[in-house]
């Protein structure tokens, strides 16, 4: 379908997933001034009175580029809400976002149609997180404007069904945006993932290994020495499934072939649950598809690899079926 304003001048079709910790205004910026759309975290402004300052800077720097540069204007940003009951912060969050009249509301773990509602109410978009077609449902029933499929392999919190089941039941019913993630790396996953049937493709661990991502430098460099091999899948450290670098695992004195299982009922953000290591501070998400990422750098640097290999993709197709 075609994007509506202002989505319909990205470079590519790709969202920069919002990353805890590591996506900040420096990793939003770059990826909104070199055609994509970025997002982090609300939680990652801390205290909350950071995240004005955070949309300020963000608002003011790209309307700064697309002055200077209205002939390749930046692409919108998007912010992330952990709706979760655990999530006190979201009420001042979400009047924040209102305030800078937030373009693209990504929301996480809870459909709420309060919040779906609000965006909406400032004329912005909502997409929301689901892992199964149930929840799509769920989201959509509930007000919010499209979804994100997290399919088998994404990093962090991620699902277990194959992209192609989960994108086939959801086109089955349903017509507006879908973001698909689950290893998404290379620029030919981006072609495939439209092949699918998304309108973008959501991509989250490469950014980690970028030079504007707030991220250890030993945590960049796990991400280009890991391969789809050294990414497991376990929901011991949040009580939430998801994707990490085993390295990480390693490195905390765990066994990644022995970690037991966490009570979901005790969802915990900020710790290890039984352990005492923490989640994204000391283990580390990443998604299965790292293996095409092969060196630290810039943000712009990796999307012009993407769109060199999107384009080769497409011309490679159109000769293949000619």
Known sequence: ??????????????????????????????????????????????????????????????????RDHPDRPAAPYAVNQIVHKSNDRLDADMATCAKWQVPLVITSLGAREEVFSAVKGWGGISMHDVINNRFAHKAIDKGATGLIPVAAGAGGHAGTLSPFALMQEIREWFDGLVALSGSIAHGRSILAAQALGADFAYIGSPWIATEEANADAGYKDGIVEADADGIVYTNLFTGVHGNYLRSSIEAAGLDPEALPTSDPSKMNFGSGGNTKVKAWKDIWGSGQGVGSVKSVGPVADMVDRFEREYEAAKTALTAATA
């Open 1 to 66: 379908m075609p994007l509506p304003a202002p989505f319909d001048r990205l470079r590519l079709p790709v969202i920069g997933s919002p990353l805890f910790i590591v996506s900040g205004p420096e990793l939003v910026i770059a990826q909104c001034k070199a055609g994509i759309i970025g997002s982090f975290p609300a939680l990652n402004a801390r205290p909350q009175s950071e995240l004005d300052e955070w949309l300020h800077r963000i608002t003011e720097e790209l309307a700064a580029h697309n």
